[in-house]
């Protein structure tokens, strides 16, 4: 997962207390605390709020605005650093199979497991597993762990490097290090003769979350770079991004050079998500109409959320002006893992010990 999951009394320090008030119209709150590293957070199709706490392995939700007290799930993970339970997507099919899909770290083993769950009477039964991320090195760290479906219909898979051995991400004879692109509708587990074929792109380090971009369907991603040179990647099919050789943007590169570096300072950017259009119907926000399609980047060095405006002809420019830091350190007493867009139109993240939402509220007074 992140790089730097572990300075937990760091973090306090630099998130004790808040930072510069929320821009006009927008208001901060607690959405839910209490909880215990909360790593992931994602809307299921009808609404409900479904959260992971990294270290018990506890799938947990929130229907209107109630927290279950009953886990949805509960998977024995190895919670070891930056393992345990990581990553959730709902099958683009969830109304009618109730399917659900689960990246966690095996106890008593170095691999990494994609499973699939079955939502039966609230809650998720009958784990059935879909791929084993095998030949990840004792260090336990950069396990990468985010799962999404693509508008394909196929799985996306982020698979860190694996934290002692970064050439295995250059190699294609094994997982790590890579963006995965799995097909999960057939037979289960997923069988392959060849790692490459299970490769959309290689050459990370730990790419730690991805979204499509509605407005043209490619896929983005934030990466952890190894000491400042932070990421985010544009990720296009066959696509090496460089690590081990190259961290950042080269002027003269060899291999895919990322959409913004972040610089000599290391942020350790984690949720990524595009606000959505407007409107009736669908997934739509109630943001100023100028926030459309903006890219919202959440990091974990520093509590910051950053709004990214793209241009260029296939949205693949950044400009200096267009990238800023919307929300300042510290500014809800906590750190980010995740980000991402509810039903409401409201922003809502993963702090390591409670949920933060972020709403538009014209007039609201602090």
């Known amino acids: 997962m992140v790089k730097r999951i572990f300075p937990l009394v760091l973090a306090f320090v630099l998130f004790h207390g808040t930072g510069r008030a929320a821009p006009e119209g927008f208001e901060v709150t607690d959405y839910l605390t209490g909880l215990e590293v909360c790593i992931t957070l994602a809307f299921a199709p009808d609404g409900r709020l479904f959260f992971l706490e990294k270290n018990s392995g506890r799938v947990s939700v929130v229907r209107e605005g109630r927290l279950d007290p009953k886990p949805w799930a509960e998977l024995k993970v190895d919670p070891e650093w930056e393992r345990g339970l990581l ?29 699939r769950l079955t939502e039966k009477d609230g809650r998720g039964a009958g784990a059935i597993k879909v791929l084993e991320i095998e030949d990840h090195v004792p260090a336990s760290n950069h396990n990468g762990g985010n799962i999404n479906f693509g508008p394909d219909g196929f799985l996306y898979i982020t698979v860190g490097d694996g934290g002692g051995a970064p050439g295995r991400s250059q190699e294609n004879t094994n997982l790590l290090g890579k963006m995965l692109r799995v097909d999960v509708r057939g037979p289960l587990p997923v069988r392959y003769k060849k790692p490459t074929e299970l490769f959309y792109a290689k050459g990370l380090r730990n790419s730690f979350d991805m979204a499509w971009n509605p407005a043209n369907a490619a896929l983005y991603a934030t990466e952890n770079g190894p000491i400042g040179r932070d990421e985010i990647n544009i990720i296009r099919e066959g696509g090496n991004y460089g690590w081990p050789d190259e961290t950042g943007y080269y002027s003269t590169h060899e291999y895919e050079n990322p959409l913004w570096d972040f610089g000599l300072r290391a942020v350790a950017p984690t949720g990524i998500v595009f606000y959505p259009e407007g409107g009736e119907g669908g997934k739509g926000g109630n943001f100023p109409d100028d926030y459309t399609h903006n890219m919202f980047v959440t990091d974990y060095n520093y509590g910051r959320v950053y709004r990214i405006r793209l241009s260029g002809e296939g949205l693949d420019t950044i400009r200096k002006d267009d990238f800023s830091v919307w929300m300042e ?38």
């Open 87 to 115: 990553g959730i997507a709902f099958d683009p099919k969830f109304s009618v199979n109730g399917h659900v899909y689960l990246y966690h770290s095996v106890p008593g083993s170095s691999n990494n497991r994609v499973v």
């Open 329 to 366: 350190k510290g500014f809800a007493g906590t750190t980010f893992a995740d980000i991402t867009v509810g039903p409401d139109g409201a922003l809502y993240l993963a702090g390591f010990h409670k949920i933060v939402k972020i709403e538009y509220r014209p007039g609201a007074v602090e």
